[in-house]
């Protein structure tokens, strides 16, 4: 039986990870390196890298990072992050990433899925989304969740499987930073719609909002978080042994 | 040495990482000769079956791996790589492998119970068949052990050569051998600290 995964994301600045860390076992916070290994020695299933940096001399930054990783970290690496472009997608995956997550560029250039996905295939292409909900309608919003692009999401995210995306992040606008819970609801309705797999992002507080996500929402594919690992509020290792004793299929 | 075939398909760093990671040198290379003069062969791969297999053969490689696996040089195929090993494919019509395993590439979908989402993406448990020895390949792991796998096809008719299998609604092959023709359909340079012991296992056949 195949495994509910959980992805810790790490963002990166100028090569660094950002927001705070304090991790016995992890002398420098804020290296995206020992960060890395922390969690995939504690269990993360993949990892997400996302480059937060506008500057050209950090995107080098993040590409030597990402070297880095890749070379001593052997599970699924995801970055997203300022990919626009095909370009891009060959600058992250020769560095050492195994799939590659698009959000802003997609919607600035839709031909971009269909691109990448015939070149690198649909398991590499991840369509990640910001939803938030206007007037009850599900709603795509872009640089961050910032713009309202007045794009029905469902109709969106369809769309990007059809062309390609092998994988959905769905990123609840309204759950986010809230720390009660993942969106069931909103990610019941992408789960119903696509047959690739969904990751839900945004909402997770504690170890029991993820043994709700996967019961309720027994379609969805993996949970992602940031701040309640990043914080030690939740270790990888604790949140596995709880969801396999709450009846969950977990890598232990 | 392991020379990790290269044929435009595919991305080789974490490969060639991992070898480096468990102290085994490994190349990167097209070259007959360099293949040849290597002891043991890694042929990897990612995407279609048909552009894969004709790339392997416009490269002149097809010939150089079937010919030193013949010899008894150790090889393992990985992910699309272990599929080519096969007699054939039935991904986007039929193509012929290298056959260096008998059986065939067969869709997924229509196999698997249509709640399963294909591809079967994600990490799962390593089943070894009943009554079998244990492989070589997976004498530093455990029955139940997990791995990541990436695929919509996979290798049937071929069950005398199943190494491990995965349960993903069915029973599905997750890894064959015949002698010393080895395939994963994981990919063990990303299965972490288990996947490694399979790479390690690998350079001690």
């Known amino acids: 039986m195949i495994t509910k995964r959980i992805i810790p994301c790490l963002d990166v600045r100028d090569g660094r990870v950002v927001k705070g860390v304090n991790f016995l076992d992890v002398n420098d916070v804020s290296s995206p390196i020992m960060l890395a290994k922390h969690y995939s020695e504690g269990g993360a299933d993949e990892l997400v890298f996302y480059d937060i940096t506008a500057s050209f001399e950090g995107r080098r930054l993040f590409t030597d990072i990402l070297t880095e990783v890749a070379s001593q970290i052997f599970i699924p690496l995801t970055v997203g992050g300022g990919i626009n472009t095909i370009d891009d997608f060959d600058r992250v995956l020769k560095c050492g990433a195994d799939k590659v997550s698009v959000n802003s560029g997609a919607l600035r250039d839709p031909g971009l899925i269909p691109a990448a996905a015939k070149k690198y295939g649909d398991q590499c292409v991840v369509l990640s989304v910001d939803v938030r909900r206007v007037d009850g309608r599900f709603t795509v919003f872009a640089k961050g969740g910032r713009e309202n692009t007045g794009m029905d999401a469902l109709e969106w995210i369809r769309q990007g499987v059809e062309n390609g995306a092998g994988e959905i992040v769905l990123n609840s606008i309204d759950t986010d930073g809230v720390k009660r819970g993942f969106d069931l609801e909103m990610l019941s309705a992408v789960c119903e719609l696509v047959d690739v797999p969904v990751i839900a992002s945004g909402g997770a507080g504690c170890m029991e909002d993820f043994t709700t996500l996967f019961t309720q929402v027994p379609k969805v594919d993996a949970g992602l978080a940031a701040s309640i690992f990043h914080f030690g509020e939740v270790s990888i290792g604790d949140l596995k042994r709880k969801l396999q004793k709450d009846g969950i299929n977990v890598r232990l | ?205």
């Open chain 2, 1 to 205: 040495m392991i020379a990790i075939v290269d044929y435009g398909v595919g991305n080789l760093f974490s490969l060639k990482s991992s070898f480096a990671y468990i102290g085994v040198e490994a190349i990167v290379t097209g070259e007959r000769q360099r293949i040849e003069s290597c002891d043991r062969i890694i042929l990897p791969g990612v995407g279609a079956f048909g552009d894969a297999v004709q790339k392997l053969r416009e490269a002149g490689l097809d010939q150089v791996v079937i010919r030193e696996a013949e010899k008894g040089k150790p090889l393992l195929g990985i992910c699309l790589g272990m599929q080519l090993l096969f007699d054939k494919s039935l991904e986007y019509g039929e193509h012929t492998g290298l056959g260096l395993i008998p059986g065939k590439i067969v869709p997924m979908r229509g196999v698997v119970p249509d709640t399963y989402k294909v591809p079967h993406i994600g990490w799962n448990a390593l089943h070894f068949p009943k009554g079998k020895p244990c492989s070589p390949l997976f004498k530093n792991i455990q029955e139940g052990d997990h791995v990541y796998f990436v695929h919509s096809y996979y290798a049937a008719e071929c069950d005398p050569w199943i190494s491990a299998q995965t349960e993903y609604g069915t029973l599905v092959t997750a890894a064959a051998e015949n002698k010393n023709v080895f395939g994963t359909q994981f990919h063990p340079e990303k299965s972490g600290a288990v996947g490694l012991k399979i790479l390690k296992a690998f350079c001690e056949i």
